[in-house]
């Protein structure tokens, strides 16, 4: 498959905050068949690079000690050609930024903000290190999904910060959904939560990673350890189930089912 088309403003990256890299890692490395490199310690903090079939899709960070209280966590990062411009619009637009643009040597330029909503949104100024190689394949990424408690709020940040060039995929009151770009070429989507997400629960980024089927991979998941927080169940976009991992960091995962329309398939 080619090298995803990851344009400005877009998904570009995924990467873990765990409490334990190397249980981390022999799950996902057994649940997707991901294999790992870790970063040189000096440059990169001991960085680890997680691949599929020799094409990067994800990355994986030990947590620090003062980053005990907060859960484990996977992070979405969106392209940006201009991180430091990037985090002034983000103040400008409501949001907050957690950490100012940091150069990571070589590969480029990395902040992480929260949106007008109050989720946490990674970017990432490309150099060396354009992105993931793989996307929308068995043990890659395939969509990203904001669950916000103010939608209208958020889809206008991502407009103004990010220049989103949005489309309403549904406007009812059970589902509100908007996506970056329109039917297969949608990128990313913003999820109406307000109706659903606890109060403890901020509004969240999701990731998605595609399997060849969703039952089994629920099923291995669970003998490696994990937790099925929402069974398999068929939807328009594919076979979709949410999981967390062995210390509690929530993803999702989907089965193609033949079905069109948009959605996590069409990342």
Known sequence: MPTPDITPGAPCWIDLMTSDTEKAKSFYGNLFGWTFEAGDEEKYGGYITASKNGKSVAGMMQKMPEQAGFPDVWSTYLRADDAAATAEAVKAHGGQVYMEPMEVPEQGKMAMFADATGASIGVWQPREM?????????????WHELHTKDYPAAVKFY??????DTDVMSDTPD????TLGAGDTAKAGIMDASG?????????????????????????AQELGATVIQAPEDTPFGRLATLSDPTGAVFKIVAETGQEGSGAEHA
């Open 175 to 178: 589902f509100r959904y908007t």
């Open 159 to 164: 407009q103004d910060v990010f220049g989103w």
């Open 196 to 220: 659903y997400l606890p109060a403890e629960v901020p509004s969240n980024w999701q990731v998605y990673f595609a399997v060849q089927d969703a039952d089994a991979t629920a099923a291995r």
């Open 130 to 142: 354009k992105g993931f190689e793989l996307a929308a394949e068995p043990g890659a990424p395939a």
